[in-house]
């Protein structure tokens, strides 16, 4: 079965600190794609970062990082100096490589950054 | 400028009657999806078209219908509607149908059944 699990339902932080919201996903697949997504508060949601789970090298886009153990079926999602408008819910997504093409979404971590 | 763009925005409609959510996307993307985000699960798959064909149907129920007209357009016909079908609806769109293609989503369409 494939299935993607966001364990902390909230986070709140002090602004200008690092965060790391955790993911575990479960996959038949040998090779599978892994995102973050945001989901501001007017709805919007917004790519942030992938990791292709071939790669061994963790990926990065500007303030975000992946901390991917492949081993442990996990991808972290790591947010440095966190602003105000970092304030959002943070999916996790899963794609396998093959067969049904569909993304599977984790429930969400919800991020507060206090000013 | 948006690059997808969903409408309406909100849509309100009464228990039975049928409804269309328009979706048409303009990066130049080859692959279309309709997701669901309801307030108790997460954001659900239900559609994936590529060149206009439809490649996988995760939704179990006839009354949820896409309509490609054109290869940047994905609409969503919904028929004799349900309370439960009150939720957000999402188009994405692909550069092409394959896993390693990143999704980007349209601002989505709030639909709520009376």
């Known amino acids: 079965a494939q299935k993607v699990t966001q364990t902390q339902t909230s986070i709140s932080v002090m602004e200008k600190t690092t965060v790391t919201m955790d993911c575990v996903y479960e996959?038949?697949?040998?090779?599978?794609?892994l995102f973050w997504y945001k989901q501001t508060a007017s709805g919007e949601i917004v790519f942030l970062i992938r990791q292709d789970s071939y790669k061994k090298e963790n990926a990065t886009e500007g303030h975000y990082s992946l901390n991917f153990q492949k081993p442990k079926s996990s991808i972290g999602l790591i947010i440095t100096a966190t602003q105000i408008e970092d304030s959002a819910v943070y999916f996790c997504?899963?794609?396998?490589?093959?067969?049904?093409?569909?993304?599977?979404f984790g429930k969400g971590t919800s991020l507060t950054v206090i000013p | 400028d948006p690059k997808i763009i969903q409408k309406p925005k909100y849509l309100v409609a009464v228990t039975g009657s049928e409804k269309i959510l328009i979706c048409e996307q303009y990066l130049g993307h080859n692959a279309m999806y309709w997701y669901r985000q309801s307030a108790k699960k997460p954001l659900e798959f239900m559609f994936s078209?590529?060149?206009?064909?439809?490649?996988d149907n995760q939704t179990a129920s006839s009354r949820f219908q896409p309509q490609s007209s054109k290869k940047n357009h994905l609409d969503l016909q919904i028929t004799a509607l349900k309370p439960d079908d009150s939720a957000t609806y999402f188009c994405?769109?692909?550069?092409?149908?394959?896993?390693?293609?990143?999704?980007?989503f349209g601002p989505g369409t709030r639909l709520l059944v009376l």
């Open positions: 994405a769109s692909s550069q092409n149908w394959g896993g390693q293609d990143t999704q980007y």
């Open positions: 996959t038949r697949d040998s090779s599978y794609f």
């Open positions: 078209y590529s060149y206009q064909k439809l490649m």
């Open positions: 997504a899963m794609r396998p490589y093959t067969g049904y093409q569909n993304f599977y």
